[in-house]
């Protein structure tokens, strides 16, 4: 049976502005600082788009992971933070029940690399995006 992946995108997505304060860090991993946001705005749609255009390269890190464990399955629940440029700046799992770090990171890897549009407004977007995953 092939795995399958679901996608569903919380309708609890934070952001519709903002940039990080200058005193925040930038870099992409850690936990995700999402205290006193600029937000700016960005459609559901847009987010997952972009997130379904993807999919190839998350259903890769399940498929490693199955490899391993073929009864691996759960959910992964990823947190990131979408800067003014369409960068993703920061990211984390932000809850699991997939017991498997390797997918998690992985996953995580893949959302953090990827290119959105420029949020409406500047700012930032901050998306909490879940994946169900099951073989």
Excluded: H, W
């Excluded at 860090?25 to 946001?37: E, F, L, M």
């Excluded at 199955?66 to 984390?92: F, H």
């Excluded at 017991?99 to 959302?111: A, N, P, R, T, Y």
Aim: hydrophobic residues 40%; glycine residues 10%; aromatic residues 2%.
């Amino acid at each position: 049976m092939k795995p399958t992946l679901s996608v569903l995108l919380l309708s609890s997505m934070l952001g519709c502005a903002g940039t990080t304060a200058p005193d925040q860090d930038d870099s992409i991993g850690g936990a995700v600082d999402d205290t006193n946001p600029i937000l700016g705005a960005l459609s559901s749609s847009d987010i997952s788009d972009v997130v379904r255009e993807n999919t190839s390269s998350i259903k890769a890190c399940y498929e490693a992971g199955l490899a391993i464990d073929p009864e691996l399955s759960g959910r992964v629940e990823i947190k990131i933070v979408i800067g003014s440029t369409g960068a993703v700046t920061q990211g984390e799992v932000n809850e699991s029940t997939l017991d498997s770090l390797d997918v998690e990171d992985c996953i995580l890897d893949v959302m953090t690399s990827l290119e959105f549009p420029e949020p409406e407004g500047g700012g930032i977007v901050i998306v909490t995006y879940p994946f169900v995953l099951a073989s």
